[in-house]
Protein backbone atom coordinates (compact mmCIF):
# COMPACT_ATOMS: atom_id res chain seq x y z
CA UNK A 1 0.00 0.00 0.00
CA UNK A 2 3.04 2.20 0.68
CA UNK A 3 4.24 2.15 -2.84
CA UNK A 4 0.60 2.09 -4.24
CA UNK A 5 -0.34 5.32 -2.88
CA UNK A 6 2.38 7.28 -4.29
CA UNK A 7 2.40 5.73 -7.92
CA UNK A 8 -1.30 6.30 -8.43
CA UNK A 9 -0.95 9.93 -7.06
CA UNK A 10 1.87 10.41 -10.00
CA UNK A 11 -0.01 8.42 -12.63
CA UNK A 12 -2.87 11.04 -11.56
CA UNK A 13 -0.64 13.69 -11.57
CA UNK A 14 1.36 12.63 -15.18
CA UNK A 15 -2.15 11.97 -17.03
CA UNK A 16 -3.79 15.10 -16.00
CA UNK A 17 -0.80 17.37 -16.86
CA UNK A 18 -0.48 15.84 -20.28
CA UNK A 19 -4.29 16.56 -21.43
CA UNK A 20 -4.00 19.97 -19.94
CA UNK A 21 -0.95 20.65 -21.80
CA UNK A 22 -2.44 18.78 -24.96
CA UNK A 23 -5.59 21.34 -24.17
CA UNK A 24 -7.45 17.59 -24.44
CA UNK A 25 -8.72 19.65 -21.14
CA UNK A 26 -9.40 22.91 -22.48
CA UNK A 27 -8.39 25.98 -21.17
CA UNK A 28 -11.00 27.73 -19.08
CA UNK A 29 -12.79 24.47 -18.89
CA UNK A 30 -14.36 23.78 -14.72
CA UNK A 31 -13.13 20.33 -13.53
CA UNK A 32 -13.72 18.88 -10.25
CA UNK A 33 -12.80 16.16 -8.15
CA UNK A 34 -15.40 13.47 -8.75
CA UNK A 35 -15.51 14.64 -12.02
CA UNK A 36 -11.76 13.58 -12.80
CA UNK A 37 -11.96 10.54 -10.45
CA UNK A 38 -14.91 8.70 -13.28
CA UNK A 39 -12.97 9.90 -15.88
CA UNK A 40 -9.57 8.72 -14.89
CA UNK A 41 -10.43 5.82 -12.53
CA UNK A 42 -8.50 7.02 -9.83
CA UNK A 43 -9.01 7.40 -6.22
CA UNK A 44 -9.91 10.96 -4.65
CA UNK A 45 -6.52 10.91 -2.36
CA UNK A 46 -4.93 10.87 -5.61
CA UNK A 47 -6.75 13.02 -7.66
CA UNK A 48 -6.79 15.48 -5.24
CA UNK A 49 -2.94 15.48 -4.64
CA UNK A 50 -2.18 15.32 -8.34
CA UNK A 51 -4.46 19.27 -8.49
CA UNK A 52 -2.42 20.68 -5.60
CA UNK A 53 0.79 19.98 -7.94
CA UNK A 54 -0.91 21.27 -10.74
CA UNK A 55 -2.23 24.88 -9.06
CA UNK A 56 1.42 24.84 -7.94
CA UNK A 57 2.44 24.68 -11.48
CA UNK A 58 0.21 26.70 -12.63
CA UNK A 59 -2.06 24.83 -14.68
CA UNK A 60 -4.88 24.87 -12.67
CA UNK A 61 -6.38 27.38 -9.75
CA UNK A 62 -9.23 26.49 -7.26
CA UNK A 63 -12.11 28.08 -6.95
CA UNK A 64 -14.15 27.75 -3.82
CA UNK A 65 -16.92 25.36 -3.74
CA UNK A 66 -16.67 24.63 -7.10
CA UNK A 67 -13.55 23.15 -8.06
CA UNK A 68 -10.81 24.23 -10.19
CA UNK A 69 -10.57 25.89 -13.76
CA UNK A 70 -8.02 25.46 -16.07
CA UNK A 71 -5.82 28.24 -16.52
CA UNK A 72 -7.12 30.15 -19.53
CA UNK A 73 -4.56 31.51 -22.12
CA UNK A 74 -4.57 35.02 -22.87
CA UNK A 75 -1.94 37.38 -25.22
CA UNK A 76 -0.55 38.79 -21.95
CA UNK A 77 0.50 35.48 -21.08
CA UNK A 78 1.35 34.61 -24.38
CA UNK A 79 3.91 37.95 -24.39
CA UNK A 80 4.62 36.92 -20.86
CA UNK A 81 6.16 33.50 -21.89
CA UNK A 82 8.21 34.92 -24.83
CA UNK A 83 9.66 37.68 -22.92
CA UNK A 84 11.38 35.49 -20.41
CA UNK A 85 11.67 32.87 -23.20
CA UNK A 86 14.27 35.78 -25.32
CA UNK A 87 15.81 36.51 -21.48
CA UNK A 88 16.86 32.83 -20.93
CA UNK A 89 17.09 30.77 -24.22
CA UNK A 90 19.62 32.76 -25.82
CA UNK A 91 21.59 33.00 -23.22
CA UNK A 92 21.20 28.98 -22.78
CA UNK A 93 22.47 28.66 -26.15
CA UNK A 94 25.52 30.71 -26.08
CA UNK A 95 26.58 28.36 -22.93
CA UNK A 96 25.47 25.28 -24.39
CA UNK A 97 27.32 26.04 -27.73
CA UNK A 98 30.72 23.46 -27.97
CA UNK A 99 29.21 21.41 -24.93
CA UNK A 100 26.01 19.80 -26.42
CA UNK A 101 25.27 16.23 -27.74
CA UNK A 102 24.74 16.69 -31.34
CA UNK A 103 23.92 13.61 -32.24
CA UNK A 104 20.95 13.63 -29.77
CA UNK A 105 20.05 16.93 -30.83
CA UNK A 106 19.92 15.93 -34.56
CA UNK A 107 17.98 12.46 -33.37
CA UNK A 108 15.16 15.18 -32.38
CA UNK A 109 15.69 17.22 -35.24
CA UNK A 110 14.44 14.49 -37.63
CA UNK A 111 11.75 14.09 -35.62
CA UNK A 112 10.48 17.12 -35.79
CA UNK A 113 11.54 17.18 -39.56
CA UNK A 114 8.75 14.71 -40.58
CA UNK A 115 6.26 17.12 -39.32
CA UNK A 116 2.67 15.92 -37.89
CA UNK A 117 -0.52 15.10 -39.65
CA UNK A 118 -3.03 18.24 -39.11
CA UNK A 119 -5.93 17.09 -37.44
CA UNK A 120 -3.86 13.79 -35.69
CA UNK A 121 -3.50 14.26 -32.20
CA UNK A 122 -0.72 11.37 -31.52
CA UNK A 123 1.84 13.08 -34.33
CA UNK A 124 0.80 16.81 -33.51
CA UNK A 125 2.05 15.41 -29.87
CA UNK A 126 5.14 13.46 -31.47
CA UNK A 127 6.43 16.59 -33.36
CA UNK A 128 5.63 18.72 -30.30
CA UNK A 129 7.58 16.61 -28.06
CA UNK A 130 10.31 16.35 -30.07
CA UNK A 131 10.41 20.34 -30.58
CA UNK A 132 10.32 20.57 -26.83
CA UNK A 133 13.05 17.70 -26.41
CA UNK A 134 15.69 19.37 -28.54
CA UNK A 135 15.31 23.17 -26.68
CA UNK A 136 15.54 21.35 -23.02
CA UNK A 137 18.60 19.18 -24.00
CA UNK A 138 20.29 22.32 -25.23
CA UNK A 139 19.66 23.80 -22.24
CA UNK A 140 21.04 20.60 -19.94
CA UNK A 141 24.23 20.91 -21.77
CA UNK A 142 24.78 24.33 -20.02
CA UNK A 143 25.22 22.46 -16.98
CA UNK A 144 23.29 25.05 -14.92
CA UNK A 145 20.20 22.53 -13.77
CA UNK A 146 17.79 25.44 -12.24
CA UNK A 147 18.28 27.12 -15.79
CA UNK A 148 17.29 23.70 -17.69
CA UNK A 149 14.40 23.22 -15.52
CA UNK A 150 12.95 26.92 -15.55
CA UNK A 151 13.33 27.13 -19.71
CA UNK A 152 11.79 23.03 -19.33
CA UNK A 153 8.78 24.82 -17.46
CA UNK A 154 8.21 27.64 -20.23
CA UNK A 155 8.54 25.34 -22.89
CA UNK A 156 5.59 23.35 -21.72
CA UNK A 157 3.71 26.42 -21.93
CA UNK A 158 4.84 26.99 -25.09
CA UNK A 159 3.52 23.39 -25.99
CA UNK A 160 0.16 24.55 -24.70
CA UNK A 161 0.05 27.74 -26.88
CA UNK A 162 0.82 25.10 -30.19
CA UNK A 163 -1.16 22.61 -29.08
CA UNK A 164 -4.14 25.30 -29.65
CA UNK A 165 -3.43 25.41 -33.49
CA UNK A 166 -1.74 28.77 -33.47
CA UNK A 167 0.58 28.69 -36.04
CA UNK A 168 1.44 25.47 -36.08
CA UNK A 169 1.39 24.44 -39.74
CA UNK A 170 3.94 27.13 -40.27
CA UNK A 171 5.71 26.10 -37.29
CA UNK A 172 6.43 22.63 -38.48
CA UNK A 173 8.63 23.44 -41.94
CA UNK A 174 10.11 26.70 -39.92
CA UNK A 175 11.23 24.49 -37.09
CA UNK A 176 13.74 21.75 -38.96
CA UNK A 177 14.90 24.97 -40.74
CA UNK A 178 16.39 26.53 -37.56
CA UNK A 179 17.15 23.87 -35.76
CA UNK A 180 19.76 22.53 -38.59
CA UNK A 181 21.53 25.84 -38.62
CA UNK A 182 21.03 26.30 -34.91
CA UNK A 183 22.99 22.79 -34.67
CA UNK A 184 25.16 23.54 -36.62
CA UNK A 185 26.23 26.75 -34.56
CA UNK A 186 26.38 24.45 -31.34
CA UNK A 187 28.53 21.99 -32.92
CA UNK A 188 30.96 24.07 -33.70
CA UNK A 189 31.36 25.77 -30.25
CA UNK A 190 29.97 29.43 -32.19
CA UNK A 191 28.22 30.83 -29.05
CA UNK A 192 27.47 34.20 -30.59
CA UNK A 193 25.96 33.09 -34.01
CA UNK A 194 24.06 30.11 -32.09
CA UNK A 195 22.59 33.19 -29.24
CA UNK A 196 21.61 35.15 -32.25
CA UNK A 197 20.07 32.08 -33.93
CA UNK A 198 18.55 31.07 -30.61
CA UNK A 199 16.51 35.02 -30.66
CA UNK A 200 15.86 34.70 -34.12
CA UNK A 201 13.82 32.17 -33.99
CA UNK A 202 11.76 33.03 -30.83
CA UNK A 203 11.01 36.28 -32.22
CA UNK A 204 9.60 34.52 -35.51
CA UNK A 205 7.48 31.96 -33.27
CA UNK A 206 6.25 34.92 -31.52
CA UNK A 207 5.13 36.93 -34.68
CA UNK A 208 3.39 33.61 -35.39
CA UNK A 209 1.50 32.91 -32.73
CA UNK A 210 0.56 36.52 -32.04
CA UNK A 211 -0.77 36.78 -35.84
CA UNK A 212 -3.16 33.58 -35.88
CA UNK A 213 -4.39 34.32 -32.52
CA UNK A 214 -5.32 37.81 -33.69
CA UNK A 215 -6.79 36.63 -37.26
CA UNK A 216 -8.33 34.03 -35.19
CA UNK A 217 -12.46 34.12 -35.18
CA UNK A 218 -12.42 33.90 -30.71
CA UNK A 219 -10.72 37.14 -31.21
CA UNK A 220 -12.09 39.05 -34.56
CA UNK A 221 -14.99 39.32 -32.22
CA UNK A 222 -14.40 41.16 -29.38
CA UNK A 223 -14.89 44.80 -28.44
CA UNK A 224 -12.10 47.25 -27.98
CA UNK A 225 -12.41 50.08 -25.15
CA UNK A 226 -10.34 52.10 -24.08
CA UNK A 227 -7.99 51.63 -20.51
CA UNK A 228 -10.62 52.32 -18.15
CA UNK A 229 -14.01 52.92 -19.47
Do not use: W
Not at 40 to 51: D, M, S
Not at 197 to 213: D, K, L, N, T, Y
Request: hydrophobic share 45%; charged share 20%.
Amino acid sequence: MGVTIPLLTERAYEQLRRDIISCSIAPGSEISETQLCSQYGLGKAAVRVALTRLAHDGLVRAIPRRGYMVMPVTLQDIQDVFELRLLLEPAAARLAAGKVNAQQLRMHDEVCAAGYQPGNAKSTARFLDANKAFHVAIAQATGNARLASAIEHLLDEMTRLLHLGLGLRKGSQESHFEHKSLIKALARGDGELAERICREQIEASRQMIVSAILTSRSVMNLSITADGA
